[in-house]
């Protein structure tokens, strides 16, 4: 049973172009959202993230959307360049806290779609 | 400041064979984390460790899996015996513990290529 799923394998952009990359969720529990992205024989690079409690996290070429009543996220890279192709991973957590009250948890993550930006 | 290590870069044994597969977090990181990525599909969590401690260990496919963080340092996952369908990428991460209102970031090693014949 996957929790974490991105339906477009691959995805395919014009340089200057926006790139939207989207993942769906079925865990209601899951409260944290993060992108990862992943170069060949790299492990994989943390992105962006966001919470439950916004809709929108912003930072630089790089925005994710939250739709919790859909239980769905997107990126959106604009303009994408080609240094962006890459695996793009969406993963999601629930909002775990230590005794410290720390939040840390195990991520559950999607297949992958793998991007291609073209000059 | 160095990242997360991961050693061997590729292992290729055969079926009933043992492998051991090593990851050093990054300095003062008490959590780790081990996944696995198999035949280009999800990256799934085997386990997290807070300093040596197991915290989390609901992902570990079966007893011929075992993890160790001896000195809540650097982990060690063995494989004994490895199955075919072991194969896959086995990937570490780390993180540390931030401030209350902020969820850590995980840092993932480059990752171990397992491959069982």
């Known amino acids: 049973d996957q929790q974490v799923k991105q339906n477009s394998p691959s995805l395919s952009v014009q340089e200057g172009r926006i790139s939207i990359l989207n993942c769906d969720y079925t865990n209601s529990m899951f409260d944290y959202f993060l992108w990862y992205k992943k170069y060949p024989a790299e492990g994989p690079t943390f992105l962006i993230s966001i919470s439950s409690i916004k809709d929108k996290n912003e930072d630089g070429r790089f925005t994710v959307f939250l739709n919790k009543s859909a239980k769905h996220l997107s990126l959106h890279i604009v303009p994408s360049q080609p240094g962006d192709s890459a695996v793009y991973f969406c993963?999601?957590?629930?909002?775990?806290?230590?005794?410290?009250?720390?939040?840390?948890?195990?991520?559950?993550f999607g297949q992958g779609t793998i991007l291609t930006v073209h000059p | 400041e160095a990242g997360v290590t991961q050693f061997p870069s590729h292992s290729v044994i055969e079926k009933g064979q043992t492998v051991t597969l090593r990851c050093d977090p990054i300095?003062?990181?008490?959590?780790l984390y081990w996944y696995r990525r198999v035949m280009g599909k999800e990256i799934k969590f085997l386990l997290h460790f807070v300093k040596e401690s197991k915290q989390d260990e609901s992902g570990m496919p079966n007893n011929r899996f075992l993890a160790e963080r001896t000195g809540g340092t650097y982990s060690t996952l063995k494989v004994q015996p490895a199955e075919l369908e072991d194969s896959g990428v086995y990937f570490c991460?780390?993180?540390?513990?931030?401030?209350?209102?902020?969820?850590?970031?995980?840092?993932f090693g480059p990752g171990t290529r397992l491959t069982v014949l």
């Open positions: 300095s003062g990181h008490d959590n």
């Open positions: 993963a999601a957590s629930p909002e775990l806290t230590n005794a410290g009250g720390t939040s840390y948890g195990k991520l559950t």
């Open positions: 991460a780390s993180s540390q513990d931030e401030s209350p209102d902020v969820t850590d970031t995980q840092y």
